[in-house]
């Protein structure tokens, strides 16, 4: 099974993205200027998913710690 976690969190699968888009929209003629506004909007997608992702473990990380302090006392 694909672990979608932490392929959203690549950034191998951003930069493959990236070119599949950028390799389409050339291929549509597309012009550069919005071939360029794509890929500006796939990259900064790809940051806020991985930003997402990242602090999510952290706060999962953070919340299982706390746990295992209280089951200390």
């Not at 003629?29 to 900064?44: C, I, K, M, P, R």
């Not at 940051?47 to 990380?61: K, P």
Request: hydrophobic residues 50%; negative net charge.
């Amino acid at each position: 099974m694909i672990d979608w976690k932490r392929k959203l969190s690549s950034r191998r699968f951003w930069a493959a993205a990236v070119g599949f888009v950028t390799a389409m929209l050339t291929a549509f003629g597309v012009s550069e200027l919005t071939a360029g506004q794509v890929v500006a909007v796939v990259s900064a997608l790809g940051v806020l998913v991985s930003y997402i992702i990242g602090e999510s473990a952290v706060d999962a990380s953070a919340k299982a710690e706390n746990g295992r302090e209280h089951e200390d006392e």
